[in-house]
């Protein structure tokens, strides 16, 4: 039997060839050279994260907030530094507002992230004098999807019967008289796709009252594109997108966190792919000129 | 200062999952990595598994034995004949609480995507805008909106404008396309980010990575000795 090349068996057996993985050593080092010395490079504060930025510091005070965590524990880093900021920026509105904040998560991990970002922030919801139930709840995963996004806006009672906790949600005091989206002042959600469910059941059955209630979006670098049409009709009012929306988010809130520490090796990373992507361009246009020579 | 033992743990066991994941860039496959990949599948599955019973004790256990049946009877039933699929006798009993859920997702997804998704969107092409540049990206968004759509008629051929038309389409959709790739690139470098931040920033996970440099200094100077070409 002929053998194969030697790029192919190599993949084959599990190990990447020899460049590939030259690229990738190069790619690590580059990764972790900002973490041993911090290179400060610029970072310019985008519209788009300022108007997000604007509405979460705006809320009306005693106003209700309604957040969807739709991340998963893989997407932490890139998600992470913005959905931390968001909550700092909400918790504290609770403290200097009285504005309540309720969050819902409609996939396993998301409720688990609301909680580890509520610990993370607990040295300031203790100084705040914030209490669970009372100024901010995590109610946990609820199943549905689609009927459960419709459900938040329709009919906020029959949400879930108990929280993340365990603790029926009739006995928390944050949940007296929240019926559905004419109650709430800001919705949002964090999630790592499209938002088209989202605008079907909350921007749709709100428009449907004739009601406008300001809906945010945290979503990945990757999700970004899709979303942006909805941002540009207003269905979304702001929206904040990857790392670098994170980084921006803590220089905003006043937080700073993994998203400014790594926002330097994330620009890092992106020259060398551009480089990269040239590189790999001329060689290809210019190969027929090196088989001539 | 002093170090906690069940933090720096923690590190070391995330340090060695970070580096036992990238040593497959080195070795390939190899014992380590294999251990990370199924722990990693492992893991993910139990959480799920913890999770789903968790729902079902806080939404079907716990109002049955507050004496709630009735509330939650009809959903516990369709859970159930679910499982009548691993018998191939009973199997189409499952299309049932199958097309319940399909039904209700569907219903309510379609009575709202007209409004949220098309008549919204149509909106947006308005040919005037607060400035000339908002003026002439609302040009290019109807232009790409009819070319693009241009490129998806089948029933007439695809030749003189028609065809001219597609082809501009089919040039936005790649710079769409390229658009969505770029973000997937951005999404995709900020994992190894976190991790390197997980390896660089704690004690334990230094400690990790002192011991992969040693151990991959070792294991490139054994493989040289030996004769192997591996780098």
């Not at chain 1, 991990?109 to 040295?123: E, S």
């Not at chain 1, 919801?125 to 459960?148: C, H, P, Q, R, S």
């Amino acid at each position: 039997m002929e053998e194969l090349p030697n790029k192919m068996t190599q993949t084959s057996q599990g190990t990447m060839p020899v460049a590939d993985r030259l690229i990738f050593l190069i790619f690590a080092i580059l990764i972790c050279i900002p973490f041993i010395a911090p290179l400060g490079l610029p970072l310019k504060i985008s519209p788009s994260t300022q108007t997000y930025y604007n509405y979460l510091v705006n809320v009306k005070p005693g106003g209700v907030i309604i957040w969807s965590e739709e991340q998963s524990f893989a997407n932490w880093p890139e998600l992470g530094p913005a959905e931390v900021s968001t909550y700092y920026l909400l918790l504290k509105s609770g403290h200097e507002k009285g504005t309540k904040f309720i969050v819902v998560s409609p996939n396993t991990d998301g409720a688990a992230v609301a909680d580890r970002i509520f610990k993370q922030l607990k040295p300031e919801i203790d100084a705040w004098g914030l209490k669970y139930g009372v100024d901010y709840a995590n109610l946990g995963y609820v199943t549905g999807l689609e009927a459960m996004y419709a459900l938040v806006v329709r009919d906020f009672q029959a949400l879930t019967t108990r929280d993340y906790y365990g603790t029926p949600v009739g006995d928390l005091p944050i949940m007296t008289g929240l019926k559905d989206v004419r109650n709430f002042d800001l919705m949002g959600f964090c999630i790592s796709t499209s938002a088209e469910s989202y605008m079907r059941q909350w921007w749709g059955y709100a428009n449907s009252l004739g009601i406008t209630i300001p809906i945010l979006n945290n979503v990945q670098a990757a999700g970004a594109p899709i979303n942006a049409p909805f941002v540009s009709t207003g269905q979304l009012s702001g929206m904040v997108s990857g790392l670098r929306g994170g980084a921006e988010m803590e220089r905003l809130s006043g937080k700073l966190g993994f998203g400014t520490i790594s926002i330097d090796a994330y620009s890092i990373t992106h020259l060398y792919a551009i480089g990269l992507i040239i590189t790999a361009n001329v060689w290809f246009f210019t190969k027929g000129r090196r088989k001539k020579e | 200062m002093a170090l906690e033992i069940g933090p720096l743990l923690v590190q070391l066991m995330t340090g060695f999952i970070i580096v036992g994941a990238w040593s497959y860039l080195y070795k390939g496959v190899n014992p380590i990595y294999r251990i990370i990949e199924v722990s990693a599948v492992g893991i993910f599955l139990g959480f799920g598994w913890y999770l789903a019973l968790d729902v079902l004790n806080k939404q079907i256990v716990i109002p049955i034995q507050n004496g709630n049946i009735a509330a939650v009877f009809i959903p516990l039933v369709l859970g159930l004949l679910l499982y009548t699929r691993f018998s191939p006798k009973t199997a189409w009993i499952s299309r049932w609480p199958t097309a319940v859920i399909t039904g209700i997702g569907l219903g309510i997804a379609v009575q709202a995507l007209p409004k949220a998704q098309i008549l919204a969107q149509l909106k947006v092409g308005s040919w005037v805008g607060p400035t000339p540049l908002a003026a002439f990206s609302n040009i290019i968004y109807t232009v790409a909106l009819f070319s693009t759509l241009s490129f998806f008629i089948f029933t007439v051929k695809q030749k003189g404008v028609v065809g001219s038309v597609a082809k501009v389409g089919r040039f936005f959709m790649i710079i769409a396309f390229g658009a969505i790739l770029g973000g997937f690139l951005m999404t995709n470098i900020a994992a190894p980010i976190g991790n390197a931040g997980d390896l660089m920033q704690t004690t334990g996970g230094q400690i990790v990575t002192v011991v992969a440099i040693i151990v991959l200094v070792i294991s490139i100077l054994y493989d040289r000795s030996r004769n192997r070409k591996v780098v």
